[in-house]
């Protein structure tokens, strides 16, 4: 096999054999390159490092309370109509009223499965969903007369919910 032959056969080994010098050097650039750029990002970290524990960093502040910012301080629940702040405790409500009828309220605890119904419900009784996400989930029976009462219903009509512990919520 002739010198010719070889060559033509292994194109790497040529490449590197003609340009062997240029191959070095610019290997020799990028290994400067990576070193550099790993000095950096060391030198960023050993920086930013602060304190025995490694952790870094400023600490978060945790604000105080004063006894005059507890006196200035708004309710967390505010109430949708003029009447009093609704409670994140809950009262039990007793009465509702609207559109000029009163309906006692009776409890029913919402199952696991989220399913509540006003079956077996007596006319002038109202349902309080307890355990809803929402304070205040009532329902009527579907009855005629509850029917046409809600459809008459305009916007501005108040509703009244009156509680066991005598409190009284307005909504219109």
């Not at 790993?38 to 030198?43: A, N, Q, R, S």
């Not at 409890?107 to 119904?117: E, H, K, N, R």
């Amino acid at each position: 096999m002739s010198n010719d032959e070889q060559q033509t056969q292994n194109p790497i080994r040529r490449f590197i054999n003609e340009r062997g010098l240029v191959l070095l050097i610019g290997l020799a650039i990028l290994g400067l390159i990576l070193i550099c750029v790993i000095g950096i990002l060391l030198l960023n970290t050993l920086n930013q490092t602060d304190g025995a524990d490694g952790s870094g960093g400023t600490p978060t502040p945790i604000p105080t309370r004063s006894e005059s910012d507890a006196v200035q301080e708004e309710a967390i629940v505010v109430g949708v109509s003029d009447s009093t702040t609704v409670s994140v405790t809950l009262d039990a409500p007793s009465s509702l009223q609207l559109g000029g009828q009163s309906f006692t309220v009776q409890t029913q605890v919402l199952s696991a499965d989220g399913i509540w119904s006003t079956a077996g419900i007596g006319d002038g009784t109202a349902v309080w969903i307890y355990g809803s996400i929402i304070n205040y989930v009532l329902g009527l029976p579907v009855a005629g007369n509850n029917r046409a009462l809600i459809e008459q219903m305009v916007p501005g009509d108040e509703i009244v919910l009156t509680m066991r512990g005598g409190g009284k919520h307005t909504f219109v």
